[in-house]
């Protein structure tokens, strides 16, 4: 008999999977308990283990879409059975089945040897061939009128689950123009789909937003060169990840960006004093570690920064402890693993863990519990980073911190002007959250740190 696999509940409340890689293709068999299938959710990436000893009947969605929990992604004609399912390939541009309408809970399948968020498969390293594009940038349209829908009443404020308004954005949607017709007035996906009250039924284009809740797409701009000179590439995998994560944050919280300069002589001194002392434990000594205890002397001195929004409960949530996100630069794309409890660490202690972190973030062996929960991340570009920038907020965190270049420059020193040791540093809050005042005086309180190193030393004390 055909054994009808269903996506399982991976865990942590994951509603859905992207299908990354099929270990198994068509007409292939398959042993019990052996990878089959690739998934990528947006905590981790596992391999399903097939419940079933058969062959591969039919795969219900192809590499790169997403399917939903509970829904059919795979056939398995069990040992002994004949299949009369023609072994062809998914189509690549062919859109996920729709769930069916749940019936008991999904079964629940193992997930053997849970990858890192960003260990991507050898397939998505080599998606870099040209692929046709079919049907991208537009959606069907019905041509049947839809019937008029009642208007929102003045102040109206409607009340929907976090995955209803998530959607709601992705869609360009002002949910607060949506009535609810679920269990007391709810609003739910029907009721986006159908659109805004009293308008058109809402339609899912790709596109990133522009003004006026418009979404724009790559056919609206008229390229002149020859298409046999492009090349497409699927965004899958950790890619569209960090894409959704970007957009999310960037659309979500209120940005705004503080830049500050930084002397760095007396730090430039006390750490090559410091580096023979560090060699001896076994420790290289990068000025990072100096950045990050005083981020964290800072944070403590200005708790209002270390904290993060619950948009579904509009809470603030103030951090007890200091976890710091260092943001990593991996072939797979940008990683942020941390370092838990770093108000409790020495900075030699803080040098030894993201230096290991570092090596096994960009080696593809870091952990998922060291690659979530930080409350405050620091994003640097060493010999690389430029004089300022706009960092992207590590939602839901309010604040992030970028580090530039360290140079020498010409300064003015007693009326004469002289070589000093220079680093600006950018910084990006969630001004919902924090306010301008706030922020410039987290940003100088840290700068002050730096500029005085020796101020760091007490708090080991």
């Not at 069990?78 to 729709?98: H, K, V």
């Amino acid at each position: 008999m055909t054994f009808k696999f269903k996506l399982p509940d991976i865990g942590e409340g994951i509603q859905e999977g992207e299908i990354v890689r099929w270990i198994k293709k068509e007409g292939e068999s398959v042993k019990e308990d052996e990878p089959f299938v690739e998934v990528m959710t947006d905590k981790a990436t596992v391999e399903l283990t097939s419940p079933r000893k058969g062959t591969i009947a039919k795969q219900h969605v192809a590499e790169g879409q997403m399917a939903k929990v509970g829904q059919v992604i795979v056939e398995i004609l069990e040992s002994g059975e004949a299949s009369n399912t023609p072994s062809t390939p998914a189509p690549a541009a062919a859109p996920a089945a729709p769930p069916a309408k749940p019936e008991k809970a999904p079964a629940k399948a193992e997930a053997k040897e849970e990858k890192t968020l960003f260990e991507l498969p050898k397939e998505i390293a080599a998606a870099t061939k040209v692929i046709e594009r079919k049907g991208v940038g537009s959606a069907p349209t019905s041509t049947a009128s839809a019937p008029a829908r009642a208007s929102v009443p003045s102040g109206y404020k409607a009340t929907a689950a976090p995955a209803i308004r998530k959607k709601a954005r992705e869609l360009g949607i002002d949910i607060n123009q949506i009535l609810g017709t679920g269990q007391n007035g709810r609003v739910t996906l029907d009721d986006l789909q159908k659109g805004p009250s009293g308008g058109s039924p809402a339609q899912s284009v790709p596109g990133p937003m522009v003004e006026g809740g418009a979404r724009f797409s790559y056919t609206d701009v008229k390229y002149s060169t020859d298409p046999s000179r492009e090349e497409r590439v699927p965004l899958r995998g950790l890619r569209r990840t960090i894409s959704k994560a970007m957009e999310r944050s960037k659309f979500t919280a209120t940005h705004f960006t503080y830049v500050a300069e930084v002397d760095c002589d007396n730090l430039v001194a006390l750490r090559e004093q410091a580096k023979p002392l560090a060699e001896e434990k076994g420790v290289k000594l990068t000025f990072l570690p100096f950045i990050a205890k005083a981020a964290v002397a800072a944070l403590k001195k200005h708790p209002d920064v270390n904290v993060a929004f619950d948009e579904t409960t509009s809470e603030i949530v103030k951090k007890r402890y200091i976890h710091l996100g260092i943001a990593t630069a991996t072939d797979a794309g940008l990683i942020v693993p941390v370092v838990k409890e770093a108000d409790k660490k020495s900075m030699l202690d803080i040098a030894r863990e993201i230096a290991d972190l570092s090596e096994r973030t960009k080696a593809g062996k870091a952990k998922l519990d060291e690659l979530q929960g930080s409350t405050f991340t620091i994003t640097s570009l060493g010999k690389m980073g430029g004089l300022l920038a706009t960092p992207i907020l590590n939602y839901p965190e309010v604040a992030i911190m970028g580090v530039h270049e360290l140079r020498q420059v010409p300064v003015v020193k007693d009326g004469k002007v002289a070589i000093g040791w220079r680093m600006n540093l950018s910084f990006s809050f969630d001004h919902r959250i924090v306010d301008g005042y706030n922020g410039a005086l987290f940003a100088n309180t840290l700068v002050q740190y730096l500029e005085n190193p020796q101020l760091l030393l007490l708090e080991a004390l």
